[in-house]
C-alpha cells in the first residue's frame, strides 16, 4: 500500500496516449501558439518581451523558474499573467521563517467518521505554484520542493502523491533584503531550469503606467491555451531533432565550465538535459523542428549561470558566472553545419 501512488483529481496523465507527429506544419502552429501567448503576458508585464519568451520557454520544456530581482519589478505579476494565460489551477504559497514542509505538501489527518487516514493536498497541487520570497523559509521548508520538482510526486507518510500536469513552479526571492533570509542550496538551485531578472521597465512602459493607461491585472487577462494544450506542445519539444555534433557541442560547453580555473563546480548533468530541453522549445517557438547553435548560445546563460559555483578567490576578486560561460563558448568551436534530415 506504501509505494501505491495515488493520483489527484487534478491530474492529467504526462504520457499522451497519441503518438506525436512533428514537421513544419506542427513547428509554425506551435509558434504561432507561443507568439499569442507571449503577446497575451506582454499586455500585463510591460517592456519585458524577452524575460516573458524565456519563462514560457521554461514552461514548455517542463522545467521550473526562479525570478531573482529588486521588489516592485512585476515578478508576481509576471508569474501570475502565465497562469491565467494557461487556464490552469495556480497557487501562491508565501514564504515566511515559520512556514512548515506540511503547509507547502499537504498533510495526512484521521477521519474519525471513516475510521481512517485521509491526504489534505497542500497549495503545491496545482498546475502554477507561485512560491513567493522563497528565500525567506527555513531549509528544511525549501526541501519541501526539491522531490516535487524534479518527480512531479509529494510523499507524504510513505505514501507519493502525483501533482497535476503540466506542473510549473515559479519562485521569487529578493536579492538585495538579506535580513531573515536563507541561501538557496545548490541541489534546489539546480532543480530551477532557468534563472531569470525581470529588471526595471523601459522608460516608455513605466510612463505608461504612471499615466494610468495600463491597468491590467493578470485576473483580466483570458486565457489563451488550456493545460492539456501545454503539455501536447511541451511532448512535442521532446521530438525536436539534434544532429550529432550538436550532443557533442552541449557536452563540450559543460566540461569547459567544469574544467574552468574560476570554478569550484561547473555544470551538472541535469543542467546539460535542461539546456537540451529549452533549447528545444526554442526552435520550435522560431518554427523549426531542429536546433541550431544558436538556439544554444540564447539559453546558455539563464540555464547555467546559477549552477555555476565559483572558486572561493575568484568569488572574492568579483568573477561572475556569466563570464564563465562566456569563456565557454569561446573555447569551444562551433560545429559546423549538419543536416537536420
Known amino acids: 500500500m506504501h509505494d501505491t501512488e495515488q493520483t489527484h483529481p487534478l491530474h492529467v496523465p504526462r504520457r499522451l496516449q497519441q503518438p506525436v507527429q512533428l514537421g513544419a506544419p506542427q513547428a509554425e502552429q506551435f509558434a504561432a501558439t507561443f507568439e499569442r501567448l507571449a503577446s497575451a503576458v506582454d499586455t500585463v508585464v510591460l517592456g519585458k518581451p524577452e524575460v516573458v519568451r524565456l519563462a514560457l520557454t521554461a514552461m514548455f520544456a517542463e ?55 485521509e491526504f489534505h493536498p497542500g497549495p503545491v497541487f496545482a498546475n502554477i505554484v507561485i512560491a513567493d520570497e522563497i528565500n525567506r523559509a527555513s531549509p528544511k521548508t525549501q526541501s519541501a520542493l526539491l522531490e516535487v520538482m524534479e518527480e512531479g510526486r509529494v510523499t507524504v507518510d510513505g505514501h507519493p502523491h502525483q501533482v497535476p500536469a503540466p506542473f510549473l513552479v515559479v519562485a521569487t526571492q529578493n536579492p538585495v533584503e538579506m535580513d531573515g533570509t536563507y541561501r538557496l542550496p545548490e541541489a534546489q538551485l539546480d532543480r530551477f531550469l532557468v534563472k531569470l531578472s525581470v529588471g526595471y521597465p523601459v522608460e516608455a512602459a513605466e510612463v505608461e503606467v504612471l499615466r494610468g493607461t495600463h491597468q491590467r491585472s493578470p485576473e483580466q487577462l483570458p486565457p489563451v491555451v488550456d493545460t492539456e494544450t501545454v503539455a501536447q506542445m511541451a511532448e512535442m519539444a521532446k521530438h525536436v531533432y539534434i544532429a550529432d555534433p550538436l550532443y557533442t557541442y552541449l557536452v563540450q560547453l559543460a566540461n569547459a565550465t567544469r574544467n574552468h580555473p574560476q ?51 575568484a568569488a572574492m576578486r568579483g568573477a561572475g558566472a556569466a563570464a564563465v560561460v562566456a569563456d565557454a563558448f569561446e573555447q569551444v568551436p562551433v560545429p559546423l553545419p549538419a543536416s537536420a534530415a
Open 63 to 117: 522545467g521550473h523558474i526562479l525570478l531573482e530581482d529588486v521588489p516592485g519589478t512585476g515578478k508576481t505579476t509576471m508569474a501570475r499573467s502565465i497562469a491565467a494565460a494557461v487556464s490552469g489551477q495556480w497557487r501562491r504559497i508565501q514564504f515566511t521563517p515559520d512556514l512548515l514542509p506540511s503547509d507547502v505538501s499537504g498533510v495526512t489527518i484521521f477521519n474519525q467518521s471513516s475510521g481512517a487516514f
Open 263 to 313: 570554478v569550484a563546480v561547473g555544470v551538472s548533468p541535469r543542467g546539460l538535459i535542461a539546456l537540451t530541453r529549452a533549447a528545444s522549445v526554442f526552435a520550435l517557438s522560431q518554427g523549426r523542428t531542429y536546433i541550431i547553435p544558436e538556439d544554444v548560445k540564447a539559453l546558455a546563460g539563464p540555464v547555467f549561470a546559477h549552477r555555476i559555483q565559483l572558486a572561493p578567490d
